[in-house]
């Protein structure tokens, strides 16, 4: 006897939605995240741009004296355009400028590459079970912790004539004069404190490292470098990146400690910070501006260069995890449905 199978009358309101109202959703959502988000902006705004836009307008005034298109005398502020700008790269400021362009280009890469060994080192011994763990991650915090004007302060102390560092070394160094000692001293300090900043970055991605994948690769027959190598260092890496990312944006700024433990005016260690300080101090804001505008720039074309280049972009790369995982999970419920 033959079945006979009737679909069911659809009813009035039972239509599939539209594909407007299927995108409604998301609007909704959207236009609610920007309604949420709109104090942040603002707040950021008001923080953020209003002194940058402020910095760019002072950047194109110069402060002092001069003489009208008339030869009067005018004191004040005067719209000198591109000037600052120009006398920085080549006028009379191109000597500072570059010397400290290169000694904040020499202090970034030294410390930051010096750190991130330093810190991953650490982060690997931090890691591992032994007596006394909780004592020796404790213990890595202190120098993070001191501020930057007290531990210049110390390392100051020590580097003295009559300090620490020369009695270790059996010989008298200048370390806080002219020269290249003066370097080594700021690069040491640096280092002394901020590796534990990456350390515990870093510490934070292996402990999210599942123990199952070390014991596989120890039955396979891997060696310690070998499991560091293709397991250890490439599921930390989105973790280390953001860690040297930091470093970098940090150490490119760098004012108070070479300020603090070397001093004011001394060329081998004067970065783009202190020369915009030391214009400022002088009362010429355009030409301080004009500095802190550059080294503005400076961080932000080091950032994006670092972020594309290495795709330090986590956000982005979980942005477009999600989609693909979607579309696998549904891929595989068709199948299932399918084979079913």
Excluded at 42 to 58: N, Q, T
Excluded at 162 to 176: F, K, P, Q, S, Y
Aim: hydrophobic share 50%; aromatic share 10%.
């Amino acid at each position: 006897m033959a079945t006979t199978i009737v679909a069911a009358p659809e009813q009035p309101g039972s239509a599939p939605p539209s594909p407007a109202r299927r995108g409604g959703a998301p609007e909704r959502s959207g236009r609610l995240a920007a309604l949420l988000l709109s104090p942040t902006f603002a707040v950021l705004a008001l923080v953020v741009g209003y002194p940058i836009l402020a910095a760019l307008r002072e950047s194109l005034y110069r402060q002092g004296q001069g003489l009208d298109e008339e030869g009067f005398v005018v004191q004040g502020d005067r719209f000198s355009g591109l000037d600052n700008y120009l006398d920085i790269f080549t006028g009379d400021g191109a000597p500072v400028f570059w010397g400290a362009l290169w000694n904040t280009t020499f202090f970034t890469v030294t410390t930051v590459a010096i750190e991130t060994v330093i810190g991953m080192c650490m982060a690997l011994i931090m890691h591992r079970a032994f007596r006394g763990r909780a004592l020796v991650r404790a213990s890595v915090l202190v120098p993070w912790a001191i501020p930057t004007a007290v531990s210049a302060l110390m390392w100051r102390w020590t580097f003295q004539a009559d300090g620490v560092a020369n009695a270790l070394i059996g010989r008298e160094v200048l370390w806080t004069t002219e020269g290249l000692q003066a370097k080594f001293a700021v690069i040491i300090a640096d280092t002394w404190k901020t590796a534990p900043f990456v350390g515990l970055l870093v510490l934070a991605g292996l402990q999210l490292i599942p123990q199952d994948v070390h014991e596989a690769a120890r039955v396979d027959g891997c060696g310690a470098w070998q499991r560091f190598w293709r397991i250890t260092l490439p599921l930390v890496k989105p973790v280390l990146l953001v860690a040297v990312l930091f470093r970098l944006l940090d150490a490119l700024r760098m004012f108070d400690l070479p300020f603090v433990l070397i001093g004011a005016d001394k060329e081998s260690v004067q970065t783009l910070s202190m020369v915009a300080f030391d214009e400022a101090s002088n009362l010429r804001y355009g030409s301080a501006a004009a500095y802190s505008t550059v080294l503005f720039l400076y961080v932000a074309a080091i950032a994006f260069m670092f972020v594309k280049l290495l795709g330090a972009d986590i956000l982005g790369d979980m942005r477009e995890a999600k989609p693909k995982r979607r579309l696998r999970a549904r891929r595989a419920g068709r199948r299932k449905e399918a084979a079913s």
